[in-house]
């Protein structure tokens, strides 16, 4: 096979690759790698489409091929990283991906992904600056702004945070199936299951191998539909009467700051300006018709 056919071959792949044909790719992979089997692009490549096919014993062999074959270190250590994580094999995972970051310190991909793996560890506080520091390197990586999607995904959006990151992201996104994927996955986790039924449908038919989104699809399915019906209005009316509570408590350091007190000096009037906050954040309660007691 000749150069020109080497690079018309390899082109082939990618694009399948691209489409998210990573069937299609790793049968064209395989017949490339009997020409050339020490060619360590093509064994990352062949990697990578294991990866994504959920064949993690396959992707792993492979991709230390790649890394033993001298294949650029940093991306096969992170392809690695990630691997190990759908695996459960944490420890070796973050192991893989500060071997990265060794070499590329200043990679948003990489950062945003071990903000993701602390995310999931459940250090929240060191996973949101990590990937603050992604997007400080790099504003419009995809990477950063989905882990971030991911971050905000289950909290309450009082205050937009959520829906900025989600603004920022669909303007830059031409993935039209992940669009509607996010999409789907904010109405469900606003219990709108009606909604979230209809864009992950649409983002199946523009992706019909993903299996996250059947996974979705037939969790939504077997929800009781009227039920989480009624739980999202009382959800969102519950929100919306504590954040007025939320603003009326703030009024305490509004009028700390209006009188020109410090937080020492404040400890002096705590407890009768608390009094009077009480007061007012039950009329302003009262006025908004939250009941104050229970029977």
């Not at 792949?13 to 490339?32: C, F, K, P, S």
């Not at 309450?156 to 999409?183: C, H, I, P, Q």
């Not at 209005?233 to 603003?247: N, T, Y």
Request: with cysteine.
């Amino acid at each position: 096979m000749s150069a020109m056919d080497d690079q018309k071959e390899l082109l082939i792949i990618t694009n399948y690759i691209e489409m998210g044909r990573y069937q299609h790719a790793v049968d064209r992979l395989l017949g490339a790698l009997e020409q050339r089997p020490s060619d360590g692009h093509l064994v990352y490549l062949y990697a990578f489409c294991q990866y994504c096919l959920d064949r993690y014993e396959e992707a792993f062999d492979a991709c230390k091929t790649a890394l033993t074959g001298g294949f650029r270190p940093d991306t096969c250590y992170y392809l690695l990283s990630k691997i190990l994580l759908q695996m459960d094999r944490y420890q070796e995972a973050e192991a893989n991906l500060l071997t990265a970051l060794d070499i590329d310190p200043e990679n948003a991909e990489f950062l945003a992904f071990y903000g993701y793996l602390h995310m999931l560890l459940g250090n929240n506080h060191q996973a949101l600056e990590l990937i603050n520091q992604a997007l400080e390197l790099d504003p419009g990586s995809l990477s950063a702004l989905h882990y971030k999607f991911y971050y905000y995904l289950g909290m309450d959006d009082t205050y937009g945070l959520r829906s900025k990151v989600m603004d920022t992201y669909f303007s830059l996104s031409t993935n039209e199936s992940d669009r509607f994927l996010k999409a789907g996955m904010l109405d469900y986790y606003d219990f709108d299951y009606q909604g979230a039924e209809e864009n992950l449908r649409q983002a199946f038919q523009l992706d019909p191998t993903n299996k996250y989104i059947l996974k979705l699809l037939d969790e939504i399915n077997r929800k009781p539909r009227i039920y989480h019906r009624w739980k999202r209005v009382i959800r969102r009316r519950v929100l919306g009467k504590l954040a007025v509570a939320r603003a009326v408590l703030n009024m305490k350091w509004v009028l700390f700051k209006g009188v020109g007190l410090t937080w020492e000096t404040s400890l002096l009037f705590t407890v009768p300006l608390a009094l009077v906050v009480m007061i007012v954040a039950g009329l302003i309660l009262i006025l908004h018709g939250v009941p104050l007691w229970t029977k």
